[in-house]
């Protein structure tokens, strides 16, 4: 398995309710950063949360990080059809090479 | 003004042949990526070059050659395509040595390599 697997793989909600996909991974972490990627188009970078950080807010995100469960949430808020779109987390490891690596994303369908 | 673009915007060959895709950053940012996106959407970083100079080089084939001539143009050359390079190609960068990690990557929409 990978080192971020995001859960669920797929999520699919109404206009207005909320949506959270998780994030684990398996070594220890400088800091995780979570993308979105809309159908046929590049990763759009949306919150970043260092290791020492258990909490970060960006208008309707909402990112947790609990370091002793290797894990991390994204809460979007009021989903909006405009929302649709994977969801990507992404770990940096201090192992030196510097690099992130990504997980397998949820895909997430916001019906109007 | 598009910050990270990437050309082409397809590809579609033939088994064999070789083919280079260009990226240009107009962000002046130091560090530059190349990633690969599979059928399944995982994303896998390949290359990374910092002004110019190679700093993450994966476990790819060696046919995977990356050119930097400035520090806003990374290029990827492919020889001898096959199969299992269909993929979708992403250019991506970042402000500052990327090594740091504590900054945003910046991503062109990607090239959709077709190997026929």
């Known amino acids: 398995s990978q080192q971020g697997e995001e859960d669920p793989q797929a999520l699919s909600i109404q206009e207005g309710e909320n949506a959270t996909m998780n994030c684990s991974y398996k070594?220890?972490?400088?800091?995780l950063q979570w993308y979105r990627q809309n159908s046929g188009r590049g990763l759009v970078h949306l919150i970043l949360?260092?290791?020492?950080?258990r909490e970060k807010h960006s208008g309707r995100l909402r990112v947790t990080l609990d370091t002793s469960k290797k894990s991390s949430s994204l809460l979007i808020t009021a989903s909006r059809a405009a929302d649709t779109a994977s969801y990507f987390c992404?770990?940096?490891?201090?192992?030196?090479?510097?690099?992130?690596?990504f997980g397998t994303g949820t895909r997430l369908k916001v019906l109007a | 003004d598009t910050a990270v673009s990437q050309t082409p915007k397809y590809l579609v060959t033939q088994m064999g042949n070789d083919k280079s895709i260009k990226c240009e950053q107009n962000?002046?940012?130091?560090?530059m990526y190349w990633y690969k996106q599979d059928s399944k959407k995982f994303l896998k970083i390949m290359f990374s070059?910092?002004?110019?100079?190679?700093?993450i080089n994966e476990t790819v084939p060696n046919r995977f050659s990356p050119k930097s001539p400035d520090k806003a143009h990374l290029n990827l050359h492919i020889n001898s395509l096959e199969l299992g390079d269909s993929a979708v190609y992403f250019c991506?960068?970042?402000?500052?040595?990327?090594?740091?990690?504590?900054?945003?990557?910046?991503f062109g929409d990607g090239t959709r390599l077709s190997i026929l």
């Open positions: 991506a960068s970042s402000p500052g040595q990327g090594g740091y990690g504590n900054q945003p990557q910046h």
């Open positions: 962000l002046g940012h130091d560090t």
């Open positions: 070059y910092n002004n110019k100079e190679l700093i």
């Open positions: 992404a770990t940096l490891t201090p192992s030196g090479t510097y690099k992130y690596i």
């Open positions: 070594t220890s972490i400088n800091n």
């Open positions: 949360i260092r290791s020492n950080e």
